[in-house]
């Protein structure tokens, strides 16, 4: 059974810094492309970032490109947003994702078949 588990959420100030942590378990992480969505009430889940199977690819959502990097570890099964820079408006649910079938990252939420439950950022003015 394939489980994700996010880490690393909480309140931090506006201009700080997180980083989000995902723990996989079930099968072999380092094959697969992985991506990280946010999910802010009232609003759709966009995607944040995506990286593919060997960290050599990655891809950004608008919102967050020169402020969020995705890394991933597949000796340590663990993937990795590191968030600088943050605002008010990056205050969201964070999910962490992973395709089951491809090595590569994808960009919309049906492409991931595995999901996290999520953990809380929160960007204070």
């Known amino acids: 059974q394939v489980q994700l588990v996010e880490s690393g959420g909480g309140l931090v100030q506006a201009g700080g810094s997180l980083r989000l942590s995902c723990a996989a378990s079930?099968?072999?992480?380092?094959?697969?492309?992985m991506g990280w969505f946010r999910q802010a009430p009232g609003q759709e889940r966009e995607f944040v970032a995506g990286?593919?199977?060997?960290?050599?690819?990655?891809h950004y959502g608008d919102s967050v490109k020169g402020r969020f990097t995705i890394s991933r570890d597949n000796a340590k099964n663990t993937l990795y947003l590191q968030m600088n820079s943050l605002k008010p408006e990056d205050t969201a649910v964070y999910y962490c994702?992973?395709?089951?079938?491809?090595?590569?990252?994808?960009?919309?939420?049906?492409?991931?078949?595995?999901w996290g439950q999520g953990t809380q950022v929160t960007v204070s003015s």
């Open positions: 994702a992973s395709r089951k079938y491809y090595s590569d990252y994808g960009i919309g939420r049906n492409e991931y078949d595995y």
């Open positions: 990286i593919n199977w060997n960290g050599a690819n990655t």
């Open positions: 079930g099968r072999t992480f380092g094959n697969y492309g």
